[in-house]
């Protein structure tokens, strides 16, 4: 029989946090009590004025196909946006619309990359970047933030990891898993090496609007005209206004990128959701309150937990600056509960405890698991409950 199976989707791994969610979900059905800190989605339903919008939209018969990179008037609204928001002025032909953020990075990559090129892929990372990229035929070439560093490259990293293959660095701020934001100058001296190697910058910004203890987000695209005109911007409604299951994220930049992009869009979605499109105008175009109030409640959540968490033998976790994960350090708990890793210890603490966790492998960090606050908090402070006894029944001196 022939081979079934095409040689690129050979090397992929299934994404780590849908699998661990999944299967929490199957143990929840069979009636275990489980609690979920694994999903990266707010707990929050989708706010009321856009799911009338959504539903006004279907009454009045839009229900049919929209231009490939989406709506004119929704590219209108992420033009407004960026300019309040960030200051930085886009025209259509430089906004594609996709099926959320993940679709758009998978959709750059695969118009930007050839056999063999290089992406700077900082770690830890979000576990879709490097498949992707592998995806596209590139190689994800992997630079290490540290806990010392706040899990953030420095622009020297960037620097020496930089070879005539590269075609661009992955700038994630806020980060998941990290929870970590780059400031102005980090980001500045970021831009600067890139300028001088001349390369891309994919900048993942959809975390922006959660950002707490009076940090404040910074777009690359905002320091200079040339961070500007070598960064693509990638953003949607998913987190900022709880609409995960929506599909719809963005790209700004380049034009003739973006262009190549919405051809092969054509060629693969069509367009993206059309309820989902009017959807997000109202969310873009109406009132933010409601992206505000989830905000405050993430951060009072973050504030609570952080406490209990640090005190979890064995646990060191930096306090997060914006999204809604933590990321502790595992490793002196590994090392006297008898885990080998930080997989077998999530897969125990789902199986013992009934916690769900993210082992932190999936991100590239083999000695952390991803908590998510984004959750009630009587279901936060019973998961700390529970793993603070899972850690402290398997614990050797």
Request: charged share 20%; net charge negative.
């Amino acid at each position: 029989m022939r081979k079934q199976l095409a040689s690129r989707v050979s090397t992929l791994t299934p994404s780590t946090t849908l699998a661990i969610t999944a299967k929490a979900k199957e143990m929840k059905a069979s009636g275990i009590d489980i609690v979920g800190l694994g999903a990266g989605e707010p707990d929050y339903n989708t706010p009321e004025n856009i799911l009338e919008a959504a539903y006004q939209s279907m009454k009045d018969g839009k229900t049919k196909y929209t231009p490939a990179g989406g709506l004119p008037e929704l590219k209108d609204a992420i033009i407004g946006k960026l300019k309040t928001d960030q200051g930085l002025t886009y025209e259509r032909n430089e906004i594609l619309v996709g099926v959320g953020a993940k679709h758009v990075l998978f959709t750059l990559f695969q118009v930007l990359l050839d056999k063999g090129d290089e992406i700077i892929i900082p770690s830890p990372y979000w576990v879709s970047y490097p498949e992707q990229v592998k995806l596209a035929e590139g190689v994800p070439v992997f630079i290490e933030g540290t806990a010392a560093e706040q899990f953030k490259v420095t622009a020297a990293q960037i620097s020496e990891a930089i070879t005539e293959k590269t075609k661009a660095v992955i700038i994630n701020s806020p980060g998941n898993p990290t929870g970590m934001i780059y400031t102005k100058e980090e980001l500045q001296a970021i831009a600067d090496v890139c300028r001088e190697k001349d390369i891309w910058i994919i900048s993942d910004e959809i975390y922006e609007k959660l950002v707490y203890d009076g940090k404040q987000h910074v777009s690359i695209a905002q320091l200079t005209e040339d961070a500007k005109a070598r960064t693509f911007i990638i953003n949607g409604v998913s987190k900022s206004h709880s609409m995960t299951g929506w599909r719809i994220g963005y790209i700004a930049g380049d034009a003739s990128v973006v262009g190549a992009m919405t051809n092969l869009a054509s060629h693969s979605t069509s367009n993206p959701v059309t309820t989902s499109q009017y959807a997000a105008i109202e969310a873009y175009n109406g009132p933010q309150d409601a992206v505000e109030v989830m905000r405050t409640a993430f951060e009072s959540r973050m504030n609570q937990i952080y406490p209990k968490l640090s005190a979890i033998p064995g646990f060191h976790v930096l306090k997060p600056q914006g999204a809604f994960y933590f990321l502790p350090d595992v490793k002196e708990a590994l090392e006297h509960t008898g885990f080998a890793s930080v997989d077998e210890f999530a897969k125990a603490l789902l199986t013992e405890a009934n916690v769900a966790v993210i082992p932190g492998s999936g991100f590239g960090s083999d000695t952390t698991i991803r908590l998510s606050y984004a959750t009630s908090i009587d279901q936060l402070e019973k998961g700390l409950e529970r793993i603070e006894k899972f850690v402290k029944d398997h614990w050797k001196a």
